[in-house]
């Protein structure tokens, strides 16, 4: 039986509720794995693979397959460049917003990015990792930015044997407690300092799940370094401009910021959006995919129409493109590759559909959102459903004014599993995107199914939106920005004359419509 060896300076902050919770949790998943196999419970060497319920995407740790010998990962830094990186925070959409501040940050120091990749956090209780360039269009971004951009996958390629040990040990933290690790993962670590800009280590205040998932995966052990910061803004939190500032002649070769989310720019405006975020586009493959896919499943609809496809994301490559070559740094390890996933090949060979179905794309979070409700007016958060049905009658009054069809089809992306949902949505003669049944994980990867949906609610004709969520907010931004389009606004008060507030078309008037509610995931 292999020991497992604590380090007992790292946080503990897990209250006795949630410790006994994770117990039952792990008491439970390790009688059902030892239903499921004949394998010894108490050897930890053992796969947690093989129950798939924990990796997505690779197979290259399948027991009877030889790992090679277990070395320390090397990163391939060039000396004559500087880096800057930060954790991941949260889930997949706080994980995009913190790219804003992360790469903003990194051209004013003149530095290059390195992004972690998409990590799975507490929403997806997966264990997994996805680089966000097989979804978004990185030397397009590169292109229209001026800032270099690398991944962490890139720079830090890992053997077999090394994604191995970064997983189990991911395991092992999340479900039995932060603190611990495994033996052969403390042997390969290194040490990583990280500038405390929110979120290290003190009780209460841990590194956030989706951060220690990549340390974990990447053999890195976190060690913290106060930031030569002055000061503190609002809620102790760091402000853009002082982090530049205090950081103009650092010459640390990396600079690993502990987090990126909770870096304030009010000063600014929507500077991070217009200058980061609105310039990460989709690659055009992953528009096309939601093209055909919302095509398919419209088919049947009455009254029909299809327009010639001329969505500009969809363009199979801009030409500027073709001048950015894409950094690769070289790969001095002979057995390491890319780590992620290996996308569908068939991909590569899809071309934009001709025509498009114009539609109605409804953002309907359900899930645990309630949860973010807690003191706030429920039906402000989860949104009834007649308010839907009302929104989107909104939507095709607009959508005939524009000159389409009076009955666009309606397209719901949902993280909704309720059988009632489910049904009234059939009954409503709307669909929804089935990911399940298209197969998109396997195509897109682990995160795929998120940003297909994405991809569905950014160029929809008329988009509806769920108040306290970021992937809604992240979309009217995106149709604004991309398209020029508003969205609507379920549940705006139905005055008379009040009619130009459902419809957004602003960043100020989207925080004018959502003041009501403080938007937190
Ligand atoms: C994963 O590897 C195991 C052992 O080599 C093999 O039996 C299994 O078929 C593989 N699964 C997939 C999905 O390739
Ligand atoms: C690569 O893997 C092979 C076979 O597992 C092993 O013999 C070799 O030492 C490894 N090379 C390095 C550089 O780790
Ligand atoms: C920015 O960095 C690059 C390479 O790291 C260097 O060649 C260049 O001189 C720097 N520019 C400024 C303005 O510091
Ligand atoms: C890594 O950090 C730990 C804890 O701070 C320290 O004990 C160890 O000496 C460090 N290792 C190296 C190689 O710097
Ligand atoms: C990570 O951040 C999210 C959002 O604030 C929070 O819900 C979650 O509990 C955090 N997890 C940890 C381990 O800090
Ligand atoms: C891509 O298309 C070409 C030409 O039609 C075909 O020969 C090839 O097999 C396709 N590749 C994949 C991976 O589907």
């Given amino acids: 039986m292999k020991t497992l060896a604590g380090q007992g300076s790292n946080s503990r902050s897990l209250s006795l509720k949630t410790k006994i919770l994770v117990t039952l949790i792990v008491i439970i998943i390790v009688s059902a794995w030892t239903l499921l196999s004949n394998i010894d419970v108490m050897d930890f060497d053992v796969n947690f693979e093989n129950t798939n319920s924990f990796i997505n995407g690779q197979n290259d740790t399948a027991p009877s397959v030889d790992l090679g010998p277990l070395e320390p990962a090397v990163s391939l830094l060039d000396r004559d460049t500087k880096y800057l990186t930060f954790l991941p925070f949260a889930g997949f959409t706080n994980q995009f917003i913190s790219i804003e501040p992360a790469a903003l940050i990194a051209k004013k120091l003149n530095r290059t990015l390195i992004l972690p990749p998409i990590m799975s956090s507490y929403h997806d209780h997966d264990n997994t990792h996805q680089r966000w360039a097989s979804l978004f269009n990185i030397?397009?971004?590169?292109?229209?930015?001026?800032?270099?951009?690398?991944?962490?996958d890139q720079v830090?390629?890992?053997?077999?044997?090394?994604?191995?040990?970064?997983?189990?040990?991911?395991?092992?933290?999340?479900?039995?407690d932060l603190s611990i690790q495994t033996e052969e993962w403390a042997r390969v670590a290194e040490n990583l300092t990280c500038e405390?800009?929110?979120?290290?280590?003190?009780?209460?205040?841990?590194?956030?799940?989706?951060?220690?998932?990549?340390l974990w995966h990447f053999l890195f052990r976190p060690i913290p370094k106060q930031p030569p910061m002055k000061n503190e803004g609002e809620n102790g939190l760091y402000v853009l401009d002082d982090i530049v500032t205090a950081y103009a002649d650092n010459q640390d070769q990396l600079l690993v910021l502990s987090n990126a989310y909770k870096v304030r720019d009010d000063a600014h405006g929507s500077r991070l959006w217009d200058e980061i975020g609105s310039n990460l586009h989709f690659?055009?493959?992953?528009?096309?995919?939601?093209?055909?896919?919302?095509?398919?499943?419209?088919?049947?609809?009455w009254g029909i129409e299809a327009l010639v496809d001329d969505d500009p994301e969809e363009k199979p490559r801009s030409p500027e493109d073709e001048d950015i070559e894409p950094i690769i740094p070289p790969n001095m390890n002979p057995n390491a590759t890319e780590s992620g996933v290996t996308l569908d090949l068939s991909l590569s060979n899809m071309t934009a559909p001709l025509t498009r179905t114009p539609y109605i794309a409804i953002?309907?979070?359900?899930?645990d959102?309630?949860?973010?409700?807690?003191g706030k007016d429920m039906t402000r958060c989860l949104i009834p459903f007649d308010t839907y049905v009302d929104a989107v009658a909104r939507a095709r009054t607009n959508a005939a004014a524009r000159g389409l069809h009076s009955r666009l089809p309606v397209i719901?992306?949902?993280?909704?599993?309720?059988?009632d949902d489910l049904r009234t949505i059939e009954q409503l003669g709307w669909h929804r995107m089935d990911h399940a049944k298209y197969g998109t994980a396997k195509l897109w990867g682990p995160f795929g199914e998120a940003m297909v949906d994405a991809a569905v609610l950014a160029h929809a004709d008329e988009f509806v939106g769920s108040p306290m969520s970021t992937m809604t907010r992240i979309a009217a931004r995106r149709q604004k920005s991309w398209y020029n389009r508003g969205m609507i606004y379920p549940g705006a008060p139905k005055k008379k004359g009040m009619r130009k507030r459902y419809l957004v078309s602003s960043e100020s008037e989207w925080e004018a419509n959502a003041d009501a509610v403080s938007i937190v995931y």
């Fill in 412 to 419: 719901v992306t949902t993280d909704t599993t309720s059988e």
């Fill in 363 to 367: 953002h309907l979070r359900r899930g």
């Fill in 156 to 176: 830090r390629p890992l053997t077999p044997a090394q994604r191995k040990v970064g997983r189990d040990q991911a395991v092992y933290g999340t479900y039995l």
């Fill in 196 to 214: 405390i800009i929110v979120n290290y280590g003190t009780p209460g205040n841990p590194i956030n799940h989706s951060g220690m998932n990549f």
């Fill in 369 to 374: 959102i309630w949860e973010k409700c807690k």
């Fill in 139 to 152: 030397p397009r971004f590169t292109h229209l930015t001026g800032i270099p951009v690398l991944a962490w």
């Fill in 283 to 301: 690659v055009p493959e992953l528009m096309e995919y939601a093209t055909l896919r919302v095509n398919e499943e419209s088919r049947g609809d």
